[in-house]
């Protein structure tokens, strides 16, 4: 017998009523989840003595090359400090190169070397064939569905940014 309880209609909205023991189930799901998402590219991180705030440095620049420094700390919503650490080590390797905005030459804009471009799809490469495979198990409702859930749970601003980059590549 099944502990979910079927969606009910109230003032024409079908509300779907989860009880704490599913959000728990949900919480740890999306934990775990996390973890599996995360270990591919955690072991080549690991090799190079790099971390995840470096993968997802090296994700958003290639995702919007010429981002400015400002754009990626809004985007990542870290420190400056944090960022600039990050950012001092992936030029230093050869990964990255910052370039003197044209416009406004306070500005540093963002781009990833070929090196850089490598480590970006060898990192996203082991995503997508996690993502691929669960994507394919669960079928393209569920796909939809859980694209939906993502989005509900970014806050406001968060998922303004995520829709620009989604349309952005459209």
Do not use: C
Not at 17 to 32: K, N, S
Not at 146 to 165: I, N, P, S
């Amino acid at each position: 017998m099944s502990d979910a309880r079927p969606a009910q209609a109230f003032g024409g909205e079908s509300l779907l009523f989860l009880t704490d023991e599913q959000l728990r189930q949900g919480i740890e799901a999306m934990f775990f989840a996390y973890r599996g998402f995360t270990a591919d590219p955690d072991r080549i991180l690991a090799e190079l003595a790099y971390g995840r705030a470096h993968h997802r440095a090296i994700h958003f620049i290639n995702r919007a090359p010429g981002t400015t420094v400002n754009n990626l700390l809004a985007i990542l919503g870290v420190t400056k400090q944090s960022l600039n650490r990050v950012l001092r080590t992936l030029i230093a390797d050869g990964l990255v190169e910052s370039r003197v905005g044209t416009e406004d030459k306070r500005e540093r804009h963002l781009y990833l070397t070929a090196e850089g471009a490598a480590l970006e799809s060898k990192l996203s490469d082991a995503q997508r064939v996690r993502m691929r495979s669960a994507y394919k198990e669960a079928g393209p409702e569920a796909v939809a569905g859980f694209r939906q859930v993502l989005e509900a749970m970014m806050d406001r601003e968060m998922r303004r940014t995520y829709a620009k980059l989604r349309d952005s590549s459209s």
